[in-house]
């Protein structure tokens, strides 16, 4: 893939804009909006930058309150020392501070302050800041893609063997959307550690288990479902109830410390993201996402009046809409059907695959699901045990990949890939 971001640029370019949206053609023109992005400006690693890479870079380098970086909205207010409440106290900038909020508040913390360590380090070969927190950034994707990789191998590996699991790591690796993996961006962090705490919490160690699926939470808000396959295994450990499957009955046993220490560490991400949620960043997060982003919880009418439009823009004359849906679409059947088929099968892995499709898909906007979607495990093993025919193996690998090509291309160039 690294090689693919040096050497597709230098043999072929794209016809601009990209009109797969009703609002992209205005950013992707040349000399549009997004090639004025201050942090998208660097030459080094430029094809491996775009869009919400900027508020990553801004946030490693200048914080959540970065002056490059565009507002939205008003701001909630100042206290002595900075804007917020204590213990989340936001320090205001040197002179007459700017009014709103900062976009980079729609993006959680941990990938950027990952970020933010590995750069001096980075800087010390000679690099602009700019240069090393995106070559820091870069590092983070994909040693967080290959534990992702390693993690879903166990995982599939527990259901259909040795090369069922090779299957289902290769068929994350060559996804669609898949080059997310290898840029500045947070799936490859996101599913290294979201697929890293579901292994470790099949394999018994809890508390790794829940500091991963926390550390997940703070990099991307689906990371808070993780609660959801943690508890399952909390029920089926019987520390606290067993269940008479037979006349459906449930008995409790009381509430041993065993069960109590069990339960703070299932809970975990769920705690972590409500006292975030209480925060000004989460306050922050709110309102940016509400007001610019258009996306919110459950927001029912938002996404079917979205959806139904992007369904008929399939049948208009643009083919590049008709293209990116697609796609779109594509995945979010798949990630549904494999998902409620592996809820007998596995439903740790299929509950929580199905709660990031739902949550994400019922959130507003039509566009980013084929993106969302990478996150739920039981698609690659529902590939997986399809793959075992030869026939449908070869297909789907060919297909995927000269897919992943065109979308990594679009991202390339600054064109819109979800």
């Known amino acids: ?60 380098l200048g914080g959540y309150e970065d002056p490059h970086v565009d507002r939205v909205g ?75 990789a390693v993690s879903l191998f166990e995982l599939a590996r527990d259901e259909l063997g040795a090369e069922g699991g090779l299957r289902a790591a290769f068929y994350l690796l060559i996804f669609p959307s898949a080059f997310f993996l290898s840029v500045v961006y947070t799936e490859g962090l996101f599913l290294g550690l979201a697929f890293s705490s579901l292994l470790l919490l099949r394999r018994g160690y809890w508390g790794w288990a829940a500091l991963l699926a926390v550390l997940a939470t703070f990099t991307r808000a689906a990371g808070v479902l993780l609660v959801v396959p943690m508890v399952i295994a909390w029920v089926k450990q019987g520390d606290w109830l067993e269940l008479d499957m037979e006349w459906r009955q449930i008995y409790f046993r009381g509430l041993p410390w065993k069960a109590i220490g069990h339960a703070l560490l299932v809970f975990a991400p769920l705690l ?59 995945a979010i059947i798949l990630a549904l059907t494999a998902c409620i088929a592996g ?17 994400s898909f019922t959130s507003g906007p039509a566009q980013g699901m084929h993106r969302y979607v990478l996150a739920a495990p039981p698609i690659f093993l529902f590939l997986s045990e399809w793959g075992r025919r030869p026939a449908f193996d070869r297909v789907w690998t060919i297909a995927s990949v000269l897919l992943m090509g065109v979308m990594g291309l679009m991202f390339m160039f600054d064109m819109w890939a979800g």
């Open 1 to 60: 893939m690294l090689a693919y971001h040096v050497w597709a640029p230098a043999r072929l370019t794209v016809q601009r804009p990209d009109r797969a949206l009703s609002w992209t053609a205005d950013s992707t023109r040349l000399g549009g909006a997004q090639s004025a992005k201050h942090y998208l400006r660097e030459p080094f690693l430029n094809r491996h930058v775009a869009w919400d890479s900027e508020y990553y870079l801004a946030i490693a």
């Open 74 to 148: 008003e701001s909630f207010g100042t206290v002595r020392g900075g804007t917020g409440f204590w213990p989340f106290i936001i320090p205001e900038m040197e002179g007459t501070p700017r009014p709103g909020i900062p976009l980079s508040y729609a993006f959680f913390p941990f990938y950027p302050f990952l970020m933010r360590l590995l750069t001096p380090l980075f800087s010390l070969a000679g690099l602009t800041p700019i240069a090393a927190a995106s070559l820091a950034g870069l590092v983070i994707s994909l040693l967080g893609a290959l534990a992702a």
């Open 272 to 330: 972590a993201f409500v006292a975030w949620r209480l925060s000004y960043f989460g306050m922050a997060f709110s309102r940016v996402e509400e007001v610019f982003f258009g996306r919110g919880f459950l927001n029912l009418g938002g996404t079917y009046g979205a959806w139904r439009q992007a369904f008929f823009s399939m049948f208009e004359n643009n083919p590049q809409a008709t293209a990116y849906y697609v796609v779109e679409f594509g």
């Open 343 to 359: 809820l007998r099968k596995y439903p740790d892995l299929a509950w929580f695959g199905l709660l990031v499709v739902v949550l």
